[in-house]
C-alpha cells in the first residue's frame, strides 16, 4: 500500500502521541492523589468550587489534535489529482512514420525524415481536440505513443524518431497499419484515421490487403509521399558515406507514388505528394475535420496536490482555541514549554521543506541551462538527506556530467527513497540507460526488467529492453564469429610448422606434359557444370 505522504519517515513522530495520551492520564491520576492529600475533602472541594473540571479534557484534546495535524503536514499530505477527464469532439489519429534508412535521402532538404517531423508538429497543433497515438517503423514496427490527448508528448516522441531506435531495416507498412488498428477501439466503426507517412519503398506485398480490411472497419486511412520519383543516394549516418548494396553500387531509394496512392484508395482515403508543408498540413486537415467526431473522454496526468497548508492553518486553530478556552488555571511552564517546541518544530521543518524545495528549484534551472556542475551542486545539498527528488535529479545531472558510476549510485538511492511504482520504474530506467550507453548491456537489461516488473505500462523500458536484447544477440554472434576465427588461425599456424616438400626432381618437359593434362582435365569438368545448369543463388534483401 502506498501511503499519500511525500515524506513518510515523518510519520514515525505519531508514536509521540500515545505517549503524549499515557502521560495525560498519568498526571490526572497524580492530581487525583494530590488533592486528596491536601487535607479534608469538603474543604479543598470549597476552595475548587469554581474549577471548570471540564476544561482540562478540553485544553488537552485541542493540543492532542493540533500536534496530530502537525506530524501530518510535515509529512506533506498530498492526494493524486488522478485521472482528470477531459471532454473533447474529435476523432482517433495514428500517426504511422517511416524511419527506415531510405528515409535519410537528401532529395528533400535537409532529409526527408527531418521534413516529414516538421509537417506532423504543424499537423498536431491544428488537431486540438482530437486523441493522437504514433507508431515508427521499418524492418518492424513500434507503438511508440498510445493514443492521448496529450500533444506535447506526440511532439516529444517525434522529435526521438530515428532510424537507430529500430534494430531492423526495410520497409513493412503492413505491419505498422496492422499496429495502428490494434490501437483504436475495435468496437467502433468510425471516427479512427491513420496518416502513413513514407517514401513508399515497401518491400512486401501485403499493405494493400491490410488498408482494404481497414477500411472495412471504418478506419480511413490518409498517405504522403516523401521524396522525389528520381531518387537520391542514403547517406550512412554512421560511416558518413554512401550506402551501397552487396554489389558496391551506390543505392539509389526512389519514392513509390503508385503504391502510397494504392493504399490511401483502399483505405478511403487521400494521398498527398510532399511539396510544401503548410499546403500539405493543410489538406490534410481539411480530410480529417470532415470526419465524423464524437465525445473523448481523455485521462490527463496530473501532478500531485499537497494539503499541509490546510493541515497547519487547522493545527493553529486548535492552538488559539485552547488559550481562550474559558475558567482554567492558568498554563503550566511544561505545557508552554510543549506548544513552544511544537511551534519551533512546525517552523522549522516548514523551513527545512522550503530551503529544500528552492535548493532543488536551483538545481533544475542550472539543468536547463546545462550547467550541470551547479546543478550537482545543489541536488547534493538536499540529496543528502534522503529526498528521492534531489537524488533522481542528481542522477541525471551526474550522467550528463559523463560521472556515470555517481549517477547509478544517485539513482539507486532514489529507488529506496521513492514510493510510487512510476518514480521507481523511471529510476530503473534511468540506470539502464547509463548502463548501455556505457556498453554494459547484461546490466542494462536487468535494470530494464526491473522497470517493467515495477510499471508494465513503461513503454520506454520495453522499447530499450528489446534493443538491448537484439545488441546482446548481435554481441554473442560477433564473439562466435571471432572463436571460430581464432580457432582457423591456430589451425593454419599448425599447418605452417609441418615440414615443407623437398624440390621436386621433375625436368621442364615433365612439368608441361603434366600441366596440358590438368587443363585438360579442368576443361571436361567446366564442360560438365555448364550442362547441369545450377541456378544463380537468391539476391540479398534491401536493408533500406
Not at 254 to 274: P, R, S, T, V
Not at 506 to 531: F, M, V
Request: glycine share 4%; proline share 3%.
Amino acid at each position: 500500500m502506498i501511503l499519500p505522504f511525500q515524506y513518510t519517515y515523518l510519520l514515525w513522530l505519531l508514536v509521540l502521541l500515545p505517549v503524549i495520551i499515557g502521560i495525560y492520564f498519568y498526571a490526572r491520576q497524580k492530581r487525583k492523589v494530590a488533592f486528596k492529600k491536601m487535607g479534608d475533602p469538603l474543604l479543598v472541594k470549597e476552595l475548587t468550587a469554581n474549577f471548570n473540571t471540564s476544561s482540562p479534557y478540553k485544553k488537552f484534546l485541542l493540543l492532542f489534535f493540533a500536534m496530530a495535524l502537525i506530524i501530518l503536514s510535515l509529512a506533506n499530505f498530498r492526494s493524486p489529482k488522478g485521472s482528470e477527464k477531459i471532454t473533447r469532439n474529435g476523432i482517433d489519429v495514428m500517426i504511422a512514420l517511416d524511419v527506415s534508412n531510405s528515409m535519410l535521402a537528401q532529395d528533400i532538404t535537409p532529409n526527408r525524415l527531418e521534413r516529414a517531423k516538421q509537417l506532423l508538429n504543424k499537423l498536431i497543433d491544428k488537431l486540438d481536440n482530437d486523441r493522437i497515438g504514433i507508431v515508427v517503423f521499418a524492418g518492424k514496427a513500434y507503438l511508440q505513443m498510445p493514443l492521448t490527448g496529450d500533444h506535447s508528448a506526440a511532439k516529444m516522441y517525434l522529435s526521438a524518431a530515428t532510424p537507430q531506435t529500430i534494430p531492423t531495416q526495410g520497409t513493412v507498412i503492413s505491419e505498422a497499419l496492422k499496429m495502428c488498428y490494434s490501437s483504436f477501439n475495435s468496437k467502433e466503426k468510425k471516427y479512427k484515421a491513420v496518416v502513413l507517412i513514407s517514401d513508399g519503398e515497401d518491400h512486401e506485398e501485403n499493405a494493400l490487403k491490410v488498408a482494404e480490411e481497414m477500411a472495412q472497419q471504418g478506419v480511413v486511412i490518409n498517405t504522403i509521399g516523401m521524396g522525389t520519383p528520381e531518387g537520391a543516394p542514403i547517406m550512412d549516418p554512421v560511416t558518413n558515406e554512401l550506402k551501397k548494396d552487396e554489389q558496391g553500387i551506390t543505392v539509389i531509394t526512389k519514392l513509390n507514388e503508385q503504391a502510397l496512392a494504392d493504399i490511401a484508395k483502399k483505405g478511403n482515403g487521400d494521398y498527398k505528394l510532399f511539396t510544401n508543408t503548410d499546403a500539405v498540413v493543410n489538406a490534410l486537415y481539411t480530410n480529417l475535420s470532415t470526419m465524423d467526431k464524437r465525445t473523448v473522454n481523455d485521462d490527463s496526468l496530473v501532478n500531485y496536490k499537497s494539503w499541509f497548508q490546510i493541515l497547519l492553518g487547522a493545527a493553529l486553530l486548535f492552538l488559539i482555541l485552547e488559550l481562550f478556552v474559558a475558567e482554567v488555571k492558568k498554563v503550566s511552564i511544561a505545557g508552554k514549554k510543549l506548544v513552544a517546541v511544537v511551534l519551533l518544530m512546525s517552523v522549522g521543518f516548514s523551513v527545512v521543506a522550503q530551503v529544500e524545495n528552492e535548493n532543488i528549484k536551483l538545481g533544475n534551472d542550472a539543468y536547463k541551462r546545462k550547467d550541470y556542475q551547479t546543478a550537482i551542486k545543489y541536488y547534493n545539498t538536499v540529496a543528502e538527506k534522503n529526498n528521492a527528488t534531489a537524488n533522481y535529479n542528481l542522477g541525471n545531472a551526474l550522467y550528463k556530467s559523463d560521472k556515470k558510476d555517481e549517477a547509478i549510485a544517485a539513482y539507486e538511492k532514489a529507488v529506496e527513497a521513492m514510493n510510487l511504482p512510476v518514480e521507481k520504474s523511471n529510476s530503473f530506467y534511468n540506470k539502464g540507460v547509463v548502463f548501455q550507453n556505457d556498453k554494459k548491456t547484461e546490466d542494462c537489461i536487468l535494470n530494464y526488467k526491473n522497470a517493467l516488473k515495477i510499471d508494465p505500462n513503461n513503454i520506454d523500458a520495453r522499447h530499450n529492453l528489446q534493443l538491448a536484447l537484439q545488441t546482446q544477440k548481435e554481441d554473442k554472434q560477433k564473439q562466435d564469429e571471432q572463436n571460430k576465427k581464432d580457432k582457423q588461425d591456430d589451425n593454419k599456424n599448425k599447418n605452417d610448422q609441418q615440414p615443407k616438400p623437398q624440390q621436386s626432381n621433375l625436368t621442364q618437359k615433365d612439368a608441361e606434359q603434366k600441366l596440358q593434362a590438368l587443363l585438360q582435365k579442368e576443361k571436361e569438368l567446366q564442360d560438365k557444370l555448364h550442362k547441369v545448369g545450377t541456378s544463380s543463388p537468391n539476391k540479398p534483401e534491401k536493408d533500406w
